[in-house]
Structure formats: structure tokens, C-alpha cells
């Protein structure tokens, strides 16, 4: 997220990022999320961020509206917000510091995707938030019909395997059997030093680790990382 010298978001300088992603490329953008300082930002903040970014964008691309915290209420709150403003998803994170059990988890989910009708994507970052979702809550949440996605930051990808084994349904493969020590490391060296000393754009990294994922070529994947791009 973008400030200006005095500490205030700039709301046009965060449209023009917007759209310089896009255009590198990119099929949409994460607004306000613990990249981008969203436990730090106002509701109204926020609200002003995803509007100036969807105004920026408009139809180019999808929007994921960061509106998770750890108060279900609140959340609620600010993922009514995000549908007004117009964006594509909405991104819920495991809440913090209340280290809730699995059924708290599984409820606190529940609220905030039955509240609304935006696709809603699950954030498990367990170095942040000290709790971790199981695979068999996410097994159980998947079941909520606008629940679409888990973005998985517990590392080694067995978390991930193991919610694919078990899903029986047409068009959910089971990741295929990569070294997941290496996928990891791959995964964890997006940073731009990377992509310097690869010499490449770190956009451009992204944008052809996602190319090479839809085609299911893993490795053409990590290959990006080392600077050959197969």
C-alpha cells in the first residue's frame, strides 16, 4: 500500500500500482492485506483503498479485498463493505492472537461466508497467527458453496496434499509427488533479490510460475527460479 510523506494512503498512487500489475501481466490483485499494512489501516482506509484500486481497474482484472481479523463480527463488517465497493472476492484470514479451537474456526468462517455472497478465500498463515487450520476444517468449510480457495502459507505443502487426498469430487486433483522441501524453498524466494540475481522482473517470475502451473509443468515452474525458463 502505498503512503505519501505525511503517512496518508495514496489512493491514486495505489490505482496506478494496480494497473501497472495488471498490465505486467498479473489476473488480479490482493488490496490491504498483511502485505500490504491492512491490520494497520482504518475501515474507512480500507474502504477508500478498494474503491480507488477497483475504480483503477475496473473490469481488467479481480479484486480480493483483504477483510479478515479476529473478531467475526468485524469481519462481517468489513467483507459487507468490500461487496458494496464492487470487488471480485474477499480474502479471510485465521484469526489472531485468539487462538480459537477448530470449531471456533470452523464457525468463524461459516458466519463471515454465509454473511455474503462474494467468493471467499481462506488465509492460513501460522506464523502470524499462532493457530493453524486443519485439513479437516478446510475439508468441512469447502462444503460452504462460496468458499472457493485456501491461500496455504504453512509450508512443505503437506497441508495441501493432504486436503486434495481427500476430496472426492471431479476436476480436485492431488498435487503430484515433487521434492516438497525444494517446491517450498521456490515458493518462499519470490523476494526481488531473487529475481535480480536471475536477472529477471520479479513480476515477470510470477507471471511465468503461473503460466507453468496452469499447464501442470512443476518443474518448468521452479526452473523460473534459477533463471531458466523451459
Known sequence: TPFDAQGRVDYRQAGRLASALLDSGCDGVVVGATTGEGPSLTDDEKRQLWTAVKEAVGSRGNIIAYTGTYSTAHSIELTHMAEKVGVEAALVVVPYYNKPPQEGLYQHFKAIAESTRLPCILYNVPSRTIT??????????????NVIA????????????GVARDIEEPGV????????????????????????????DPIDMITELKAAHDKGQVWAGLDVFSGKIV
Do not use: F, M, Y
Not at 521434492?179 to 518462499?188: C, G, H, K, T, V
Open 132 to 145: 493453524s487450520i486443519s485439513a479437516d476444517t478446510v475439508l468441512r468449510l469447502i462444503k460452504i458453496p
Open 150 to 161: 485456501i491461500n496455504e502459507l504453512r509450508g512443505r505443502g503437506a497441508a495441501a496434499k
Open 173 to 200: 486433483e492431488e498435487l503430484p509427488d515433487v521434492q516438497e522441501p525444494q517446491l517450498a524453498d521456490a515458493l518462499e524466494a519470490i523476494p526481488a533479490t531473487l529475481a535480480e540475481n536471475a536477472g529477471l
